[in-house]
């Protein structure tokens, strides 16, 4: 069995989180992925191999309904995927983390450090999305679109001409109402850092540049990627997103 098997937690209500751990030098740095991604993506993988390589621990994970976890991803909800990260925070994780957080990944984060502040050290937030129903619900829905979202309960989006159409379902939409940040002041004060490609199509860099400034904390810096699209999986992003971790990390331990 590879050293990079997942593990499987076992919950009491019948679902299972697939996850990762490397023992290593704390702080960890703990990965959350973005709508629709999973553990073993380009950036989960490379931080892998940089915590290896320097003797950091390191945690990754899918969300239910994600990758290797149980149940089916229409059913879950931001809630839902903010509880699996919490889990596998409190039961999987050990000590101090810097959480590195990737699109919708942003927003778990900062739910998590909200929730958990005695654990969460640090936050690296990399195209993060906080809010991305609350946005969804009002420049992409078209009034068809509301229609059918009341009729069936879900809608069929396809993010560019290259992927598969997916159902989002009104469920999510509504439900992610409970857990909107961006509408005050945040009350986080760990450090954070944020990267941000400024060609993001799907995540615009103004979201970071808005999440900066409800931080409540002072250290906080934004980091634009001028020709960075959402993904941020080129080489030289990959670099840049390690070399972040790591300093933060270095930073907070």
Sequence with gaps: MSDSASKFLHRE????LAWFRLEGESPGLMFLGGFRSDMSGTKAS?????????????????YGG????????????I???????????????????????????GWMMLLAALARPERVKGLVGIAS?????AGFKKHRLTEQMRRELDERGYVMHAPNIWEEP??????????????????????VTCPVRLIHGMADETVSWEVSLKLARALKGDDVR????????HRLSRDADIELIIKTAEELAGEVG
């Design 13 to 16: 209500n019948g679902t299972s």
């Design 46 to 62: 490379a931080l892998e191999a940089h915590c290896r390589k320097v003797g950091r621990a390191y945690v990754r994970f899918d």
């Design 129 to 133: 999305g906080p809010d991305f129903t």
């Design 166 to 187: 997916y159902r989002v379902t009104k469920k999510l939409l509504d439900e992610g109402d409970n857990h909107l940040l961006l509408r005050g002041e945040i009350d």
């Design 222 to 229: 934004l980091t634009l990627v001028k020709d960075g699209g």
């Design 66 to 77: 994600h990758g290797e976890s149980s149940g089916n991803f229409e059913d879950g909800t």
């Design 79 to 105: 809630g839902e995927w903010a509880g699996d990260a919490l889990t596998v925070l409190d039961e999987v994780a050990q000590g101090p983390q810097v959480l590195v957080g990737s699109s919708m990944g």
